[in-house]
Nanobody, 125 residues
Framework: VQLQASGGGLVQAGGSLRLSCVAS????????VAWFRQAPGKEREFVSA????????RYGDSVKGRFTISRDNAKNTVFLQMSTLKPEDTAVYYC???????????????????WGQGTLVTVSS
């Protein structure tokens, strides 16, 4: 499956953005999906994930209560709604997907084989 992320940009602290990730090439509904992010000089970290049924959702501690993951299987798209953004949310955001991810490892970066190219989110103070 090929993934294409979009929606990044420059926003002021306290603002909102919605990222999108469109999948092509395979049956997207069979895939768990996730968002990770990587700030300059830091490792790629888990942001959010959702199982293939859209029932299980997980969030990183730093984004809980502010970010919401969702998916539209009919459109082969996963979204990340980001609210109350902070300067520390500045990073390149990557979407990822894999059909073999199980709930217990849904936040583990190494479990995802398919990655999008990333979209830059910059939050100014």
């Amino acid at each position: 499956v090929q993934l294409q992320a979009s929606g990044g940009g420059l926003v002021q602290a306290g603002g909102s953005l919605r990222l999108s990730c469109v999948a092509s090439g395979r049956t997207f509904s069979n895939y768990a999906v996730a968002w990770f992010r990587q700030a300059p000089g830091k490792e790629r970290e888990f942001v959010s994930a959702m199982d293939l049924n859209g029932v299980i959702r997980r969030y990183g501690d730093s984004v809980k209560g502010r970010f919401t993951i969702s998916r539209d299987n009919a459109k082969n798209t996963v979204f990340l709604q980001m609210s109350t953004l902070k300067p520390e949310d500045t990073a390149v955001y990557y979407c990822a997907a894999d059909p073999g991810v199980i709930t217990s490892t849904i936040s583990v970066r190494s479990k995802y084989r398919y990655w999008g190219q990333g979209t830059l989110v910059t939050v100014s103070s």
